[in-house]
Nanobody, 125 residues
Framework: VQLVESGGTVVQAGGSLRLSCAVS????????IAWFRQAPGKEREAVSC????????YYPDSIKGRFITSVDKVARTVSLLMNNLSLEDTAVYFC???????????????????WGRGTQVTVSP
């Protein structure tokens, strides 16, 4: 499984940004694709997960309502639309693939099988 993120850039606080993850050859369509982020000096945390097969989405309570993840099966991409960005959203954002249920992936990154290299998102004042 190869995952390649794109779309990271500098964006003003209050703005929106869409990240994209190109997904190659999932071992099964039952796999799930998650987005994680890691801010400077902080642990990596999950911000979304989508079941690739039926496109059901999952979010941690801290994110719910601001971020939206979606699947484009024709383009084989998973997007993360981030709204109302704040300085605290500054981080490297990673795409991740897992055969585990999204509820498990959101709880622990140990459930992740494959990682992308990440894309930097910087929110400016």
């Amino acid at each position: 499984v190869q995952l390649v993120e794109s779309g990271g850039t500098v964006v003003q606080a209050g703005g929106s940004l869409r990240l994209s993850c190109a997904v190659s050859e999932l071992l099964s369509d039952d796999w799930n694709i998650a987005w994680f982020r890691q801010a400077p000096g902080k642990e990596r945390e999950a911000v979304s997960c989508v079941a690739y097969s039926d496109e059901t989405t999952y979010y941690p309570d801290s994110i719910k309502g601001r971020f939206i993840t979606s699947v484009d099966k024709v383009a084989r991409t998973v997007s993360l639309l981030m709204n109302n960005l704040s300085l605290e959203d500054t981080a490297v954002y990673f795409c991740a693939a897992s055969p585990s249920y999204c509820e498990v992936v959101l709880a622990t990154e140990r459930a992740v099988f494959s990682w992308g290299r990440g894309t930097q998102v910087t929110v400016s004042p």
